[in-house]
């Protein structure tokens, strides 16, 4: 089993910055891992993903060449630098941890995160 827990999250003005952090813990490795997030009324979106070498990222079309994706493989830590926020970035945000299939698909996930809010104000 693999434990996973989102910090990090907060009240931010637009175009200011937040890092968000996801800790796993228990039976770690070889897992990809990968940012999604939630807005009320919305289906689940792709934000980033990286492999577990730390060697390949992924972005979603929305939040390329502001959130930068990386990985502390010794502290199995994942982190979410977040620059230039916008209002629309205003959702909860999850990490998950996946051994198989496509970065982008929420089911190729084994495990999730419970989430942590983040609001961007205009």
């Known amino acids: 089993q693999v434990q996973l827990v989102e910090s990090g999250g907060g009240l931010v003005q637009a175009g200011g910055s937040l890092r968000l952090s996801c800790a796993a813990s228990?039976?770690?490795?070889?897992?990809?891992m990968g940012w999604f997030r939630q807005a009320p009324g919305k289906e689940r979106e792709f934000v980033a993903a990286?492999?577990?070498?730390?060697?390949?990222?992924y972005y979603g079309d929305s939040v390329k060449g502001r959130f930068t994706i990386f990985r502390d493989s010794a502290k199995n830590t994942v982190y979410l630098q977040m620059n230039s926020l916008k209002p629309e970035d205003t959702a909860v945000y999850y990490c998950?941890?996946?051994?198989?299939?496509?970065?982008?698909?929420?089911?190729?996930?084994?495990?999730w995160g419970q989430g942590t809010q983040v609001t961007v104000s205009s």
């Open positions: 990286i492999s577990w070498s730390g060697g390949n990222t």
């Open positions: 998950a941890a996946r051994t198989r299939g496509t970065y982008y698909s929420n089911s190729s996930y084994d495990y």
């Open positions: 228990g039976r770690f490795g070889p897992y990809a």
